[in-house]
Structure formats: C-alpha cells, structure tokens
C-alpha cells in the first residue's frame, strides 16, 4: 500500500459497501477518514429532503480522468455542478 490517492487505480461504477476517503477539517487540522458511498449518498438525501430552503450540501471530487476537482452542491434540494 502507500500509493498516493492520485497513483490509484480509477473506478467508474460504484457499490453501496465500496469506501471513500474524507478528509475532516480540511481547512484546521485535517484528519484522513473513511465513509461507505452508501452512507454518502443516505447522507446527502438525508439532508437535501429535511433541509429546505437555505440548507446547502457541497460535494467535491476529482476527475479521474483529468485531474480537475469537480464540484457538487445541492441547495433546496436542486443539484447544481
């Protein structure tokens, strides 16, 4: 193990129990974790239907392909990228 995250190989379907890595507290002291991407998509669902107006959800990712993060946020419930 130790590749990099850039070094790894890309993925381009996803499965419920498959991991992401989340980096909490990007912008204080950062701490490496993981998360199922079936809790990711519970989570953000979870929030986009309870949250209304005013309740923001920002996703960013990179593009495998590219390199580029790509941005995702939903906001009332309407996906914007």
Known sequence: MGDK???LPS?????AGDLLVVVDNPGGTPITK???FGNLVTQVIDN????????TITVTAVDP????PVTMEFEGGVLKV
């Open 5 to 7: 995250i850039t070094e």
């Open 11 to 15: 993925e381009t379907t996803l499965a």
């Open 34 to 36: 993981k998360i199922t």
């Open 48 to 55: 986009i239907t309870s949250g209304g107006t005013g309740k």
């Open 65 to 68: 392909t590219t390199g580029n």
